[in-house]
Antibody
Framework: QVQLVESGGGVVQPGRSLRLSCAASGFTFSRHVMHWVRQAPGKGLEWEAIISHDGGNKYYADSVKGRFTISRDNSKNTLYLQMNSLRAEDTAVYYC??????????????WGQGTMVTVAS | QSVLTQPPSVSAAPGQKVTISCSGSSSNIGNDYVSWYQQLPGTAPKLLIYDNNKRPSGIPDRFSGSKSGTSATLGITGLQTGDEADYYCGTWDSSLSAWVFGGGTKLTVL
């Protein structure tokens, strides 16, 4: 079935790095724009990054620009988020999400289950 | 402070109707399509409405969406206790070159 499965979360000290992965299955991954969205404990959804279907275009939220890098390997059906210089305020559940094949900037129709990242000393 | 403004909470009795508003600006809601997401406690968000008013397969017609100018509205009729969740609106902001979400609205079915 169509699904996204995140991995790579954990506890990390401030200033360190972590790489999240999102494995896609059940659909043609290379056709879809993909996103990372996070949710701090008890807070709302916060969009972090977008990558085009071929990886050629990327945009970031101001809160992570210059620290986080989104990438993808279409041969492995996998989306990544490299997170550097982590801060306590990056503590959140990180979701990967698939954008619908439709209009530009269409809705997120498939979400992963999320992976928790805790930044603490 | 979210770019899109939603009421923090709404409530209604079972069987009743509720609406959730989402207010933005000309660079986001006024310029692109709006989608709505339901997040049940402890779970990932789920797409409810896309392209302002379309429902994905499997979403009951109790859920509806509309947009006018720089505001959008989610409507839920025939409320059930299972509808208790957080609801988020979202769209692309062309000025920010970023996707933006509302702050979320907690629905309580009394």
């Amino acid at each position: 079935q169509v699904q996204l499965v995140e991995s790579g979360g954990g506890v990390v000290q401030p200033g360190r790095s972590l790489r999240l992965s999102c494995a896609a299955s059940g659909f043609t991954f290379s056709r879809h724009v993909m996103h990372w969205v996070r949710q701090a404990p008890g807070k709302g959804l916060e969009w972090e990054a977008i990558i085009s279907h071929d990886g050629g275009n990327k945009y970031y939220a101001d809160s992570v620009k210059g620290r986080f890098t989104i990438s993808r390997d279409n041969s492995k059906n996998t989306l990544y988020l490299q997170m550097n210089s982590l801060r306590a305020e990056d503590t959140a559940v990180y979701y990967c999400a698939r954008e619908r094949l439709g209009l530009p900037h269409d809705a997120f129709d498939i979400w992963g289950q999320g992976t928790m990242v805790t930044v603490a000393s | 402070q979210s770019v899109l403004t939603q009421p923090p909470s709404v409530s209604a009795a079972p069987g009743q109707k509720v609406t959730i508003s989402c207010s933005g600006s000309s660079s986001n809601i006024g310029n692109d399509y709006v989608s709505w997401y339901q997040q049940l406690p402890g779970t990932a968000p789920k797409l409810l409405i896309y392209d302002n008013n379309k429902r994905p397969s499997g979403i009951p017609d109790r859920f509806s969406g509309s947009k006018s100018g720089t505001s959008a509205t989610l409507g839920i009729t025939g409320l059930q206790t299972g509808d208790e969740a957080d609801y988020y609106c979202g769209t692309w902001d062309s000025s920010l070159s970023a996707w933006v979400f509302g702050g979320g609205t907690k629905l309580t079915v009394l």
